[in-house]
């Protein structure tokens, strides 16, 4: 089955920093989602990668997908308070049409 | 368009209770499918549809029932409360082309005592 490990679990920044944050599959991805969530509430749909190289951008927010399909990075650029909350990639494994599993989630937390 | 909604919001069981949580969307979205999320564990994948009258399992099925009746309404049912399932519980629906937006629930957080 697809695993996927997201780094690091938890992010302590600045507000104004930059920060990253990855999620590794153990096999190749055929579509990365991108969700956030803020504490007590759902899943907010950030961005989807398909395509090896993709790139994509919403406000501060950059996700990439990497050549080989097998790493996505997601960078927040100029950090905000409001951008504090459980990032959490999730993929559709290979074979399946349906499936969407998730990585543990990458808890950031942005100090005034 | 409500999107994907939940019922209730909140719920505390005693162990051996059942009890059904309702999910329902209103985009036509042949996908549907449920979630738990315990800490440290991120989410997983309880059951899922592809359509009326079709579901299959997820990762951690046991001690769940669903159906799907409608393309509408995806209830889960919780046979005999057990303290192992309190979590929150998230419903999802999607159309059937994976490269659509995965659209989730507010989620209903479960205790069971």
């Known amino acids: 089955s697809q695993e996927l490990e997201q780094s690091p679990q938890s992010l302590i920044v600045q507000e104004g920093k930059n920060l990253t944050i990855n999620c590794t599959s153990s096999?190749?991805?055929?579509?990365l989602y991108w969700y956030k969530q803020k504490y007590g509430e759902g899943l907010i749909f950030l961005m989807m990668?398909?395509?090896?190289?993709e790139e994509k951008s919403h406000e501060k927010i950059t996700a990439k997908l990497d050549e080989k399909k097998q790493q996505s990075s997601l960078h927040i650029t100029a950090s905000q308070p409001s951008h504090a909350g459980i990032y959490l990639c999730g993929a559709v494994p290979p074979g399946s049409n349906y499936k969407l599993t998730f990585g543990k989630g990458t808890l950031l937390t942005v100090n005034p | 368009n409500a999107g994907v909604t939940q019922t209730p919001k909140f719920q505390v069981l005693k162990t051996g209770q059942s009890m059904t949580l309702q999910c329902a969307q209103d985009m036509n979205h042949e996908y549907m499918s449920w979630y738990r999320q315990d800490p440290g564990m991120g989410l997983r994948l309880i059951h899922y549809s592809v359509g009326a009258g079709i579901t299959d399992q997820g990762e951690v099925p046991n001690g769940y029932n669903v159906s799907r009746s409608t393309t509408e309404d995806f209830p889960l049912r919780l046979l005999s409360a057990a303290p192992s399932q309190t979590s929150v519980y998230f419903c999802a629906s999607r159309r059937k082309d994976s490269s659509y937006e995965q659209y989730f629930g507010p989620g209903t957080r479960l205790t069971v005592t």
């Open positions: 990668l398909q395509k090896g190289g």
């Open positions: 096999k190749t991805l055929y579509g």
